[in-house]
């Protein structure tokens, strides 16, 4: 039998998602919220997973998401990424979702209530049942943690509300100084620059976002900068404590992959909670984190839209990132071959999209 108590630290998405997805399994639940720290509400990009779970775990269908801001998302529309603009189309019949992300805490908070006992209370992880960290991105990155390559820390976001969506795909430009998604939602699109701030000026951020704006026929009514680092834990299960979300890892917005991610930290959780291997989990863990790194990594290896600093680094850095995975992670040479393939997000469609309309395909098998 697995262990049938356990705790929760942190209300935001991926806090939510283990709340709902342990009680569920049964599981008698300590929820712990900090009060002063307000569930962050970001990644209101996803992919095919969530809807999937949320269906799974509380019957939600796409109309029940409509109701709570929710949007379709067919797919990615990339442009500047190659010689022309391409969609990573996730196929006829799939769809995932732009979500309002504070509006889909609240109503699972609503749902699991009567089945959690949710503690208004500070806590740190070193409580006497088995903990689930979801607590958010800690302080201090030290020893535990490994930074990763990707090139970009900064992302300056703005609101722009509108009376309806007017597509329904994430867009992302790549542009002088990194690269902007749109995210449509119901009342309004969500617009962000994510940027290097060691190699880019915030007015000429300003200035090249605001150009998108007025092409896009949107005015912004608020926006926040935001700095980031990308990191994952170099050991995340434990036998009484594993971390989730922000708490666990950190990597930049392209491709939509943080919530995929995080459930698939929940379904090893469930194998450790039922007396799983966490050494195990954890290698799957690190792979996982690393396979989702060449993911974002691919976007950097592409001839620049424009020659800039930023470019230059990225190129730099995304080459060699994959000179050593080239060397040290035979699965990565699957990539190039259209073989039936499962790598971290990506399915084989996937990488035949994104490899073609980057233009990757020499790059990448220059390195074998």
Same mark, same amino acid.
């Given at each position: ?52 779970f ?27 990424w ?108 969500s617009?962000?620059?994510?940027? #290097? ?5 915030h007015? #000429? ?32 299960? #434990? ?65 620049p839209p ?46 035949k ?6 233009n ?9």
């Amino acid at each position: 039998m697995g262990k049938k108590r356990l705790s929760i630290i942190g209300r935001g998405t991926v806090g939510c998602l283990n709340a709902l997805k342990f009680s569920n399994l049964g599981y008698d639940i300590d929820w712990y919220h900090d009060p002063k720290k307000p569930a962050l509400a970001v990644g209101e990009g996803t992919d095919l997973v969530l809807p999937k779970f949320l269906y799974k775990e509380m019957g939600l269908n796409y109309e029940d998401l409509f109701k709570l801001d929710a949007h379709y998302k067919q797919g990615i529309e990339k442009i500047n990424w190659g010689s022309k603009p391409f969609t990573h189309w996730f196929g006829l019949g799939n769809m995932a979702l732009h979500i309002n992300a504070n509006k889909l805490q609240d109503y699972i908070c609503q749902h699991i209530k009567d089945k959690v006992n949710i503690i208004e209370k500070k806590v740190d992880n070193k409580l006497k049942s088995f903990t689930i960290d979801c607590s958010g991105t800690p302080s201090l990155l030290e020893d535990e943690f490994k930074l990763t390559p990707i090139p970009v820390n900064k992302a300056y976001v703005v609101q722009c509300p509108w009376d309806k969506p007017t597509f329904n795909k994430t867009i992302c430009i790549a542009k002088s100084y990194g690269w902007v998604f749109l995210i449509p939602l119901q009342d309004r699109c969500s617009v962000g620059y994510i940027y #290097n701030s060691h190699y880019s000026q915030h007015e #000429n951020v300003q200035h090249e976002l605001s150009s998108i704006l007025k092409d896009y026929n949107l005015m912004a009514k608020e926006g926040n900068v935001m700095s980031f680092e990308n990191f994952y834990r170099k050991n995340n299960f #434990n036998e009484n404590l594993v971390y989730n979300g922000n708490a666990s890892f950190f990597l930049e917005p392209l491709e939509a992959t943080s919530l995929n991610t995080s459930i698939k930290i929940i379904d090893q959780t469930h194998k450790i909670l039922c007396g799983g291997n966490p050494e195990i989990e954890n290698k799957k863990y690190i792979n996982t984190l690393e396979e989702t790194i060449d993911i974002i990594m691919l976007h950097y290896l592409i001839d620049p839209p424009t020659k800039s600093n930023f470019w230059e680094m990225a190129n730099h850095k995304a080459n060699t990132w994959f000179k050593l995975r080239y060397k040290d992670y035979p699965k990565i040479g699957l990539i190039t071959q259209g073989d039936s393939l499962h790598y971290a997000t990506w399915f084989e469609n996937s990488f035949k999209q994104n490899l073609s309309g980057m233009n990757l395909y020499e790059k990448l098998n220059s390195f074998k």
